[in-house]
């Protein structure tokens, strides 16, 4: 059984254990739930039952001269607590949706803190409504026995009788006959002789207030009362038992369709299971063939149908004497410049095919591949005795014999041959390759550790790490080397040279790191640096000065745009600078070049060639960038002094200048023997440590 069967047998497994797991854990749910409702509904029979309780209490509070409050006070504690258990219960099973007994549990609430303020209103003016009812009669007997006035006796007796009509019916509408008997009570003062005069007099007040509050309170206590029995909160009560019932209904609804929905799944699982089983012998047989055709595909180049990079990993661990040959076409790039891709595709194949036809029919196994781009590689079990110097000797052979032609068009290419036995294979072999491009002396080499290789790129390592660390501390630095004016002698400007400070403080030459900088994504940074610190340290000085660039440095949008940005922020500085262009380097993208030079041209910034005579020297370039100016090289002026030829071409240069309009620069002028060859040639300017060494801005004159 494949393993993608078998996978997807487990995830099917899989799936129906998470399905029985989470029917598990939510049918533990579920009973939480239902306890947690039923608990619910039964809290709400209880506030109910409170609901009850207090009802009566109130009840027994206003038909019993003296009864305790302390029940009132419990049963309004406990109709609270039942109200907080409730609010805690249900917000743990309250659901997302429309809630039914929220907004009735809300109102209640609501309307619980109303009432409990005017049931604590309606115990105190039962107090005084009690007190009042109590001393009306007590003072009345008191002032019957110490006044012998039979009309006031009839009044009191009026007074008396309606208060108790009016209090036992707790009807408001009977106080107008409470209130003439009171009225007239007022009007007529008791009739005693002394010394009981005073005593029935003050007695007599103290029954008029007190009928007074009497009269006053009733209504008020009246109302409070049927406030306090008011059956609207029972209704709301009721209504939340069943909104309640009405969402556990639901939710019960809800939780047998997703029982369902659990089993059917968990049986449709079980059921997959059964079907992928039946279906994977049936399917074993196409997925061997799918997996072997796959195989050849991650392994094979489509162009070459050699095979690749993946295989070549893999074929390497296998061999205890392994041998490889790095081949690569040299200047690839310019084969699909100059005739396009397709006719490198042609190259690519051919090569491959003699590649194949060269294998060493001695070694006990070999292969070739593909290894990337216009890399290729042979990889062979060494046997004993075996020369691959002799075996590189034959492929180049046999290339240089071999016609390639393309749509008629003959294509010429070589190749250069890295060769190793050292593992790790691929990077010991790039290491020779590497030094053959570099050497150009030979087609192949065999690696060995005598090349000292591996320690070049210690030491490459090494210098990257102190360059990045002079980025971190601002230790790249820029000195400038005066230029002379060869008529008057003075110097009229400088060139910018970058240079780094080490830890200990001594400072290195660019020879010392910056061929390895150029190969690393640290060199745009130090360009930028460059280019910043020459325009700060320069701002405050009246002489011209120039700054290297490579066109590696122009195509680069970073570094361009940073040019521009600050030749615009700094006009005055820009109309004294000269861009010295390196000529030793490929013109590539000659019109991105060309459109950089215009606007910096346009800014009043000038041009220069740099390093001209050496590399790629072309006369048409100096047309081209449309120069200012060119520096030639100082393998041409070295030896000026006494080498002839040396001395005509650079007359040659001078003369074809001053027809321009071009001025000249004289680079390593380190004599005072070249100096004068120098001047007597006509070249404008001069360059050199006979004529002054690099400083920093501080020491310049």
């Not at 029935?200 to 409070?224: G, I, M, T, V, W």
């Not at 076409?329 to 006719?343: M, P």
Request: proline share 3%.
């Amino acid at each position: 059984m494949k393993n993608a069967m078998r996978g997807k047998i487990h995830l099917t497994i899989l799936f129906a254990i998470l399905i029985g797991f989470f029917f598990a854990y939510y049918l533990k749910e579920a009973k939480e739930q239902t306890t947690i409702r039923l608990t619910l509904l039964g809290e709400i029979t209880e506030l109910e039952r409170h609901r009850q309780e207090l009802n009566s209490e109130i009840l027994h509070s206003g038909f019993f001269l003296y009864h305790d409050y302390d029940p009132i006070h419990a049963s309004l504690d406990r109709f609270a607590n039942s109200l907080i258990t409730i609010d805690q219960l249900y917000s743990r099973v309250e659901s997302d949706r429309h809630s039914l007994l929220r907004p009735h549990l809300e109102e209640l609430r609501r309307d619980f803190e109303q009432r409990e303020q005017q049931l604590i209103r309606f115990l105190s003016v039962n107090s005084m409504l009690k007190n009042s009812a109590m001393y009306i009669p007590l003072l009345g007997r008191r002032i019957m026995e110490a006044v012998p006035d039979h009309q006031y006796h009839a009044l009191l007796a009026g007074l008396t009788s309606g208060l108790y009509l009016a209090r036992n019916s707790l009807d408001p509408d009977l106080l107008p006959g409470f209130r003439q008997a009171l009225d007239q009570l007022a009007a007529r003062k008791p009739q005693s002789a002394e010394p009981t005069a005073t005593e029935a007099l003050r007695l007599h007040r103290a029954l008029l207030a007190h009928s007074l509050l009497f009269q006053e309170l009733l209504p008020e206590y009246s109302q409070l009362l049927q406030a306090g029995l008011d059956p609207a909160v029972d209704r709301l009560i009721v209504a939340m038992a069943e909104a309640l019932k009405t969402e556990n209904s639901a939710w019960l609804s809800r939780l047998n369709r997703l029982t369902y929905l659990f089993f059917a799944a968990f049986m449709g699982a079980v059921g997959l299971i059964i079907f992928l089983l039946l279906r994977a012998e049936r399917e074993n047989k196409t997925l061997n063939q799918l997996s072997t055709a796959l195989t050849a595909a991650a392994t094979t180049d489509r162009l070459t149908q050699l095979a690749n990079r993946f295989a070549f990993d893999s074929d390497q661990n296998d061999l205890e004497r392994p041998l490889l040959l790095l081949i690569n076409i040299d200047d690839f790039r310019h084969i699909n410049d100059l005739y396009g891709t397709t006719a490198g595709d042609y190259i690519l194949a051919g090569l491959a095919g003699l590649l194949e036809r060269n294998r060493p029919k001695a070694a006990a196994w070999s292969r070739c591949y593909r290894l990337g781009g216009d890399d290729f590689g042979l990889l062979l079990e060494e046997p004993a005795g075996f020369n691959p110097e002799e075996l590189a000797g034959r492929i180049l052979a046999e290339l240089e014999a071999a016609e390639f032609v393309f749509r008629e068009q003959p294509l010429r290419f070589t190749i250069s041959l890295g060769i190793t036995r050292q593992r790790p294979l691929l990077e010991t072999a790039d290491l020779a390759l590497k030094e053959i491009k570099k050497l150009k002396r030979s087609r192949y080499l065999l690696y060995s550790d005598e090349l000292n290789l591996q320690e070049r790129i210690a030491a490459n390592l090494a210098t990257l790490q102190l360059a990045r660390r002079a980025l971190e501390t601002d230790n790249v630095l820029v000195y400038y080397q005066p230029i002379v004016d060869n008529l008057s002698g003075e110097i009229v400007k400088f060139e910018s040279l970058v240079r780094i400070r080490d830890q200990d403080g001594s400072i290195l030459a660019p020879g010392r790191f910056l061929d390895v900088v150029k190969e690393s994504a640290l060199y745009p940074e130090f360009t930028k640096r460059v280019v910043s610190k020459s325009f700060a340290e320069m701002s405050d000085c009246i002489c011209e000065f120039s700054l290297n660039l490579a066109v590696a440095d122009i195509l680069d949008t970073e570094v361009r745009d940073y040019i521009l940005q600050m030749i615009a922020d700094q006009p005055e500085v820009a109309r004294r600078l000269t861009f010295e262009i390196l000529e030793n380097e490929g013109m590539e993208n000659v019109e991105m070049v060309q459109a950089f030079i215009e606007k910096v041209k346009a800014a009043g910034c000038r041009i220069a060639v740099d390093d001209f005579g050496s590399g790629y020297s072309n006369f048409a370039h100096i047309l081209t960038l449309r120069v200012d100016s060119i520096k030639i090289d100082a393998s041409l002026i070295r030896h000026l002094d006494d080498d002839t030829q040396a001395r005509v071409l650079v007359h040659t240069i001078v003369d074809f200048c001053r027809k321009l309009g071009i001025r000249t620069v004289a680079e390593f002028v380190h004599s005072a023997k070249v100096h004068e060859v120098v001047k007597q040639l006509g070249i404008d300017y001069s360059q050199g440590y006979h004529l002054g060494e690099p400083a920093p801005r501080g020491r310049l004159q």
